[in-house]
């Protein structure tokens, strides 16, 4: 585990295959003000991670925020049966063995909502993300909106598919497939608050984070949708 601020952590997990590539997997940590622990894209479920989150505080949100991000859930709800499963609509369906506590298509007064905004980011076929915007940090917290690995993580033609699909550092974006099925009319709107919330730092499923310049990372990132 490790902290990136005051009650900002990261948690890398295993890597998962996927498209025959090799996709590493990172949990974010929030603590709240009331020492609730807020836990976004969880990894998988150890007792050792248990044992360090409990030294931090409570679990008590599980947020799922897209249909990729589900593989764990299960294994956390078993463990922490009291705390409240959010996740899209997509997710929600997919995972019908699961029970949802909320979904995140739906607006609402959420119990993290003075410390971490978010947005559903929509206007593809292909799928919605959730994203985060913790103020207390300034860090946008993305799932597979931008992915940004670093080059040397794949070889041979992965790097090749890779770079294709535009998800290299430092010029991380949206995947090729994702960004071809977007509505650009819709997705300009969700951009511009993103970029409006001028994080500081920006923490990524997949990839390196982005703590310096990051300003121009986005506008670099999301060049395709204007």
Known sequence: MEQLAKDLWIVEGE???????????????????????????????????????????????????????????????????????????????????????????????????????????????????CVFFHRPTRTLIVTDLIENFPPEHFTGWQRLLAKGAGIVAPNGKTPLDWRLSFKKAEVQGHIRQLRYWQPERIVMAHGEIVSQDTGDFLQRSFSWVF
Request: with cysteine.
């Open 15 to 129: 890597t998962v295959s996927f498209y025959c590539c090799p996709f590493t997997t990172r949990m974010a940590v929030i603590r709240l003000q009331n020492g609730d622990l807020w836990l976004h894209s969880p990894i998988t479920y150890s007792e050792a991670l248990a044992g360090q989150l409990a030294e931090l505080g409570t679990v008590k949100y599980l947020v799922a925020p897209n249909h990729l991000h589900h593989l764990y859930l299960g294994e956390w709800i078993e463990h922490y049966p009291k705390a409240n499963l959010s996740g899209t609509d997509e997710v929600i369906k997919k995972r019908d063995d699961l029970h949802f506590d909320t979904s995140l298509n739906v607006d609402q007064d959420w119990p993290w909502g003075k410390e971490i905004e978010q947005l559903l980011v929509s206007g593809s076929a292909l799928m919605q993300e």
